[in-house]
Antibody
Framework: EVQLVESGGTLVQPGGSLRLSCAASGFTFTTYWMAWVRQAPGKGLEWVANMKGVGSEKYYVGSVEGRFTISRDNARNLLYLQMNTLRADDTAVYFC?????????????WGQGTLVTVSS | QSALAQPASVSGSPGQSIIISCSGSGSDIGTYNRVSWYQHHPGKAPKLMIYEVIKRPSGVSNRFSASKSGRTASLTISGLQAEDEADYYCCSYVPGGPYAFGTGTKVTVL
């Protein structure tokens, strides 16, 4: 059974840093692109970043480029999102999602999310 | 990338059919057959309902169907059930994006 479990969300002050983790199980982690998607309070979903299964190919939405870094530890089946210089508008539930491999450009499994609150 | 436009809410009685629209542009929905739909019960993990415009993943009820015409994709829920009450999001591949999500539609079962 595919499982994605996010952790690391908490209250952080503006300008602060935070690292989110996503523990993956039930599938061959290295085969899949993985992504972070967020949902601000009362808002819709927004793709944040994604990363290829093997190698360093990665992409970001413009609003986080230069502040957030996506990475993965394939030996431990972990996906990370390092978030620096956090702003109030980064407040959101952050979801880890697996990108389908045979039929790309959709997310076939998601975690339940972890809440990041940026506030003083 | 701009969000795709969806109605904020759609409602229907049990057993009825409803349609949720998702409007994009010529550079996303209008060009690529990479439209997916997600069901999200708040506090839970979103669930893939439709991919590549019309395809249903294994395990998704055949009460869910979808289509595309020009720059607009649509999700139809037939035989509406209480468990279908949730938020629904469309998503399209966007060159340079690579993803644009819809604004989301809250489905209410009356």
């Amino acid at each position: 059974e595919v499982q994605l479990v996010e952790s690391g969300g908490t209250l952080v002050q503006p300008g602060g840093s935070l690292r989110l983790s996503c523990a993956a199980s039930g599938f061959t982690f290295t085969t899949y692109w993985m992504a972070w998607v967020r949902q601000a309070p009362g808002k819709g979903l927004e793709w944040v970043a994604n990363m290829k299964g093997v190698g360093s190919e990665k992409y970001y939405v413009g609003s986080v480029e230069g502040r957030f870094t996506i990475s993965r530890d394939n030996a431990r089946n972990l996906l990370y999102l390092q978030m620096n210089t956090l702003r109030a508008d980064d407040t959101a539930v952050y979801f880890c999602a697996r990108e389908a491999t045979l039929t790309p450009y959709n997310f076939d499994y998601w975690g339940q999310g972890t809440l990041v609150t940026v506030s003083s | 990338q701009s969000a795709l436009a969806q109605p904020a809410s759609v409602s229907g009685s049990p057993g009825q059919s409803i349609i949720i629209s998702c409007s994009g542009s010529g550079s996303d929905i209008g060009t690529y057959n990479r439209v997916s739909w997600y069901q999200h019960h708040p506090g839970k993990a979103p669930k893939l309902m439709i991919y590549e415009v019309i395809k249903r993943p294994s395990g998704v009820s055949n009460r869910f169907s979808a289509s595309k015409s020009g720059r607009t994709a649509s999700l139809t829920i037939s035989g509406l059930q209480a468990e279908d009450e949730a938020d629904y999001y469309c998503c399209s591949y966007v060159p340079g994006g690579p993803y644009a999500f819809g604004t989301g539609t809250k489905v209410t079962v009356l």
